[in-house]
């Protein structure tokens, strides 16, 4: 009944053809019903096609894509429920919506066993019709968003970097099926390097915007009193230096995507003002009086800790409350261990193309040193030890990298720092480290709570880059419930 091409699977691009149409066989041998069964199915979107016979149906099914048959069980030639288990068959993934009369319903039971989708008995009326297949189109759809989602994670664009088989990611990647198919805000949480800007990018590429604008801006990056012309823009004369009118990120990136990267270090002014554009898309240029309209998804991305931001306003709650309709939580590397393997695999290979060499192998002992790692700087870390392992070449030196130190820092076990005792084996060179590392967690500790934890502040006494001190707090175990940081031997 069916050829071999005829069941052949669909293959990624195809996928994302359909991913906004569906199609629909209507097999009837009563020309009335066919046509307003079509009537019906084209008003809610579905492309029709008709067959009278079952074997009609079959060409129509092998000659081109098909999501869901409307079957009549009461065929000439080949009964309804043969041609069933033959679409089931070969096109297992097709819903199949039986016809059958009232006399009959016996049948129509049967065939739900046999795998259809549902059924409606004659005489049916026109709405009856409508209810079941807009349920048809919403499985559908939703089956559809699933697949391509799926399949553009596996792809070679850069996705790669967040798959995984982490219970966690599986969740994560459900909510981004939705949040990618919707305008609302989202708000991505984790820490520095878990993939933030890799997971908005795939938000946008799933979303209706995906051939607009992408645009990302870092709000750490640019001094706070500049920030406001940078989203915003300016006409000529608002400020010093300002000869000329300038568009801002917002205008730039109408109708597209914008990714407000560390959401947190926006100053809070500027946060008010980021609030009335969220509500009702609209917002002047500095230094003018008009009104601009702009229509722009926001995604906005932080590592800081949400509860102590709203405690300290840091971050207005109601901005927050704002952002939130979708939150994404992307899970440190060192809680999804699982995925290390299938990470180094998918670095070694893109990396190895990117520098003309051939990959290199992770022998069994350089894959336990890797599982054994805490990896603080999450994917980068662990996208930056590949990089090192193609360019030395040497498997000893680079698995050196990932082992603990005398003093207790870097390696697997580097929850905080411990301080060897004075005949320890590590000779003056591991004392002298490990009485730095000491004293460099004590400063951290202390700039901390002289600035009662607003880590952009310490950050600046410190003389140090916001990002190096979120990486030393890891680093040192540096918690905010002590008072005080005091490293004792063994602690």
């Not at 199915?41 to 096609?49: E, V, Y």
């Not at 070679?156 to 990611?169: E, K, L, T, V």
């Not at 801002?248 to 560390?262: A, R």
Request: glycine share 8%; net charge positive.
């Amino acid at each position: 009944m069916f050829s071999a091409t005829g069941s052949a699977v669909l293959n990624h691009s195809t996928q994302i053809e359909r991913a906004n149409f569906l199609n629909l066989l209507i097999v009837d041998d009563d020309r009335a019903i066919r046509e307003a069964c079509r009537e019906v199915a084209q008003s809610l979107g579905f492309n029709t096609q008709i067959a009278e016979s079952a074997e009609q149906a079959f060409r129509v099914l092998e000659s081109s894509g098909t999501d869901a048959v409307l079957l009549d069980l009461r065929l000439p030639g080949t009964g309804g429920l043969e041609a069933l288990h033959a679409i089931k068959k070969h096109r297992a993934d097709a819903l199949v919506i039986v016809v059958t009369g009232y006399g009959t319903v016996k049948s129509a039971v049967q065939a739900m066993k046999d795998g259809a989708y549902d059924y409606v008995t004659k005489p049916f009326s026109m709405e009856e019709l409508r209810l079941l297949l807009e349920r048809v189109a919403g499985h559908l759809r939703l089956k559809t968003e699933n697949r391509v989602l799926r399949e553009t994670i596996k792809s070679r664009q850069g996705f790669g970097n967040i798959i995984g088989r982490a219970p966690d990611m599986e969740k994560l990647y459900r909510i981004i099926a939705k949040a990618g198919q919707s305008s609302h805000p989202v708000l991505i949480l984790g820490e520095s390097g878990t993939g933030k800007e890799v997971l908005a990018r795939l938000i946008h590429k799933l979303s209706p915007r995906a051939h607009r604008t992408f645009l990302k801006v870092n709000c750490a990056a640019v001094p706070a009193d500049l920030l406001e012309s940078e989203l915003f823009g300016y006409e000529a004369g608002a400020f010093t230096g300002a000869t000329h009118p300038k568009p801002g990120k917002f205008e730039l990136c109408n109708k597209g995507t914008i990714l407000l990267d560390e959401i947190g270090e926006m100053p809070p002014l500027l946060q008010a003002k980021l609030l009335h554009v969220l509500q009702d898309q609209t917002f002047s240029r500095l230094g003018s009086r008009t009104v601009i309209k702009v229509d722009v998804r926001i995604l906005a991305a932080t590592n800081i800790d949400i509860p102590e931001a709203l405690a300290t306003k840091r971050l207005r709650e109601d901005l927050y409350y704002r952002l939130n309709a979708f939150t994404l939580s992307l899970p440190p590397l060192r809680e999804r261990k699982e995925e290390i393997p299938i990470l180094l695999k998918h670095f070694m290979s893109r990396m190895s193309e990117s520098y003309a060499r051939p990959p290199l192998p992770l022998s069994p002992p350089l894959m336990e040193a890797c599982l054994r790692h805490a990896w603080p700087g999450n994917l980068r870390e662990l996208s930056n030890f590949i990089k090192r392992y193609l360019v030395l070449g040497d498997e000893t030196l680079a698995a050196s990298e990932l082992q603990p130190r005398p003093d207790g820092g870097g390696g697997a076990h580097s929850e905080g720092v411990t301080r060897s005792s004075g005949n320890s084996g590590g000779g003056l060179k591991s004392l002298s480290r490990n009485a730095k590392d000491e004293a460099e967690a004590e400063a951290i500790a202390r700039a901390l709570e002289d600035t009662n934890w607003n880590r952009k502040q310490a950050a600046a006494q410190l003389k140090i880059s916001y990002k190096a001190l979120l990486y030393k707090i890891r680093q040192y175990g540096i918690a905010q419930s002590r008072s005080t940081h005091r490293l004792s031997a063994g602690a």
